[in-house]
């Protein structure tokens, strides 16, 4: 450990683990804590750790995190959601679905803590669902990437939803920062000249902060632009024409929208080899909905972006996204990106890509799902299996992972706080990086001043 992931970890073990009865004594001293740390500081390394220690003394230590893909890199982790019962969607009044004297709640009793990661992405609804009960929480995450969604929501709706909103965070949080670059620190230990990392990690925390040259538009370095012309010039460029074998791990075409992502992903089915092998959904309205009247067609034609399309196209060999946690225990959570096998007409043979069962075979069915009446008059039903493409990601399902060459579609501008920054910190190197945009001078960057601003706030008072 570095002294500043030390620091964090005395602290926080003193709370969880006290030696002495002296030193749990002090009831005014907060328990809770957050973790603030950039990609490559170590935070992760540094949350293994504390769960090690705590279940090394057989103790309970909960591990969770805001997203699926975040929660399957802690040992035993699953997603706040599921951990704490919290309903989909939570609103304002919303309580944990967890009974009283059930197995779920003693967990929650007997923990010596409770670490959520990634909790910079949740709605601070989800937060005050969950009855911590005066536990040791570690909280972890970077307030510089995405915030939690709200739908048709401009930024500042994105931060009155934010737990910087809510009065325990700004009284109550111990926060510690993680400023200590492991990756490069790790490089220079080595002796390798680390000149051109130090120079990327600095311009990626102006853009992530939105300050100097980068406040409003940023001008994407010479290594990091494109050749390409086009989006499919772009595919072809990150996936080497699909010449041979492909790592799908560590490539991906990230974009802020779906419409780029569903083009890039129907364009990259195109190239890759194989035939294409289509299943079609059962769409239906909900009971609820009888009778309203509506053509199958329109059913047909709606593509939410959390849910499978009704023409799903698929070849053998090709990665997908699971889009819905169907068992975190295997490996299967919203956000697991999985290989075809075998596409069957009741049940896909996949092998898991990422995650700590990367390797193993898991099958994946046909399921229902239903629609969010947000937005629409009905609410609609549709049977097929939980999968997307992923040769391309949104920007927010790729927050968290870490990818050799990145390719990324900016032709539509980034739309809300820390896009950009997410986007270009996936990798370590400028030119691991293809940026494609109309201008490459001028690629906008959405900065949340509020959210910053809460941060130095919260510095100056700790």
Same mark, same amino acid.
């Given at each position: 450990?570095?002294?500043?992931?030390?620091? !964090?970890?005395?602290?926080?073990?003193?709370?969880?683990?006290?030696? #002495?009865?002296? #030193?749990?004594?002090?009831?005014?001293?907060?328990?809770?804590?957050? +973790? =603030?740390?950039?990609?490559?500081?170590?935070?992760?390394?540094?949350?293994?750790?504390?769960?090690?220690?705590?279940?090394?003394?057989?103790?309970?230590?909960?591990?969770?995190?805001?997203?699926?893909?975040?929660?399957?890199?802690?040992?035993?982790? #699953? #997603?706040?959601?599921?951990?704490?019962?919290?309903? @989909?969607?939570?609103?304002?009044?919303?309580?944990?679905?967890?009974?009283?004297?059930?197995?779920?709640?003693?967990?929650?009793?007997?923990?010596?803590?409770?670490?959520?990661?990634?909790?910079?992405?949740?709605?601070?609804?989800?937060?005050?669902?969950?009855?911590?009960?005066?536990?040791?929480?570690?909280?972890?995450?970077?307030?510089?990437?995405?915030?939690?969604? @709200?739908? /048709?929501?401009?930024?500042?709706?994105?931060?009155?939803?934010?737990?910087?909103?809510?009065?325990?965070?700004?009284? /109550?949080?111990?926060?510690?920062?993680?400023?200590?670059?492991?990756?490069?620190?790790?490089?220079?230990?080595?002796?390798? =000249?680390?000149?051109?990392?130090?120079?990327?990690?600095?311009?990626?925390?102006? @853009?992530? /902060?939105?300050?100097?040259?980068?406040?409003?538009?940023?001008?994407?370095?010479?290594?990091?632009?494109?050749?390409?012309?086009?989006?499919?010039?772009?595919?072809?460029?990150?996936?080497?024409?699909?010449?041979?074998?492909?790592?799908?791990?560590?490539?991906?075409?990230?974009?802020?929208?779906?419409?780029?992502?569903?083009?890039?992903?129907?364009?990259?089915?195109?190239?890759?080899?194989?035939?294409?092998?289509?299943?079609?959904?059962?769409?239906?309205?909900?009971?609820?909905?009888?009778?309203?009247?509506?053509?199958?067609?329109?059913?047909?034609?709606?593509?939410?972006?959390?849910?499978?399309? /009704?023409?799903?196209?698929?070849?053998?060999?090709?990665?997908?996204?699971?889009?819905?946690?169907?068992?975190?225990?295997?490996?299967?959570?919203?956000?697991?990106?999985?290989?075809?096998?075998?596409?069957?007409?009741?049940?896909?043979?996949?092998?898991?890509?990422?995650?700590?069962?990367?390797?193993? +075979?898991?099958?994946?069915?046909?399921?229902?799902?239903?629609?969010?009446?947000?937005?629409?008059?009905?609410?609609?039903?549709?049977?097929?299996?939980?999968?997307?493409?992923?040769?391309?990601?949104? +920007?927010?399902?790729?927050?968290?992972?870490?990818?050799?060459?990145?390719?990324?579609?900016?032709?539509?501008?980034?739309?809300?706080?820390?896009?950009?920054?997410?986007?270009?910190?996936? @990798?370590?190197?400028?030119?691991?990086?293809?940026?494609?945009?109309?201008?490459?001078?001028?690629?906008?960057? !959405?900065?949340?001043?509020?959210?910053?601003?809460?941060?130095?706030?919260?510095?100056?008072?700790?």
């Amino acid at each position: 450990m570095n002294e500043a992931q030390r620091a !964090v970890y005395d602290a926080i073990i003193a709370e969880a683990l006290p030696i #002495t009865t002296a #030193t749990a004594a002090d009831e005014s001293r907060s328990k809770v804590f957050f +973790i =603030d740390s950039e990609g490559g500081g170590g935070k992760t390394f540094l949350l293994e750790t504390v769960i090690a220690a705590v279940r090394e003394e057989s103790k309970v230590a909960i591990a969770c995190a805001t997203t699926g893909v975040a929660a399957l890199l802690l040992e035993g982790g #699953t #997603t706040a959601h599921s951990r704490f019962g919290v309903p @989909v969607p939570a609103e304002q009044k919303s309580i944990s679905d967890i009974v009283k004297e059930s197995a779920r709640a003693q967990v929650i009793k007997e923990a010596a803590v409770i670490v959520w990661d990634e909790i910079t992405q949740a709605h601070k609804y989800v937060v005050n669902t969950v009855p911590f009960g005066g536990k040791v929480v570690v909280f972890s995450g970077d307030f510089k990437q995405c915030l939690p969604v @709200v739908p /048709h929501g401009s930024d500042d709706d994105a931060f009155a939803a934010s737990v910087q909103t809510l009065n325990f965070w700004n009284n /109550h949080v111990r926060r510690y920062q993680l400023n200590v670059n492991e990756r490069i620190r790790r490089l220079m230990l080595a002796g390798q =000249d680390t000149a051109e990392f130090v120079e990327w990690a600095q311009f990626l925390l102006d @853009v992530g /902060h939105g300050r100097g040259a980068c406040a409003d538009e940023v001008s994407i370095p010479v290594t990091a632009r494109a050749t390409a012309t086009s989006l499919e010039g772009l595919v072809r460029e990150v996936y080497d024409n699909f010449d041979g074998p492909t790592d799908f791990v560590t490539r991906a075409v990230l974009a802020p929208r779906n419409v780029q992502v569903d083009e890039a992903n129907d364009i990259a089915i195109r190239l890759f080899p194989g035939t294409a092998i289509t299943r079609y959904s059962r769409d239906s309205l909900d009971p609820e909905y009888a009778d309203t009247s509506c053509p199958l067609e329109v059913l047909n034609s709606i593509n939410p972006p959390d849910f499978p399309p /009704h023409r799903l196209v698929l070849k053998e060999q090709m990665p997908v996204m699971l889009l819905r946690n169907l068992n975190l225990g295997a490996g299967l959570s919203n956000g697991t990106r999985l290989k075809v096998i075998d596409a069957r007409q009741h049940v896909i043979k996949t092998e898991i890509l990422t995650g700590p069962r990367t390797g193993e +075979i898991a099958f994946i069915p046909r399921i229902m799902l239903d629609s969010k009446k947000e937005n629409s008059p009905f609410v609609f039903q549709r049977q097929q299996f939980p999968l997307r493409p992923a040769f391309a990601l949104t +920007i927010n399902k790729a927050q968290g992972q870490t990818f050799e060459r990145v390719g990324l579609d900016v032709t539509l501008e980034c739309f809300s706080h820390g896009q950009l920054y997410v986007a270009l910190s996936r @990798v370590g190197h400028p030119s691991r990086l293809r940026v494609l945009a109309k201008d490459l001078d001028r690629v906008r960057n !959405v900065v949340c001043r509020q959210i910053h601003h809460a941060v130095v706030q919260l510095d100056a008072e700790a």
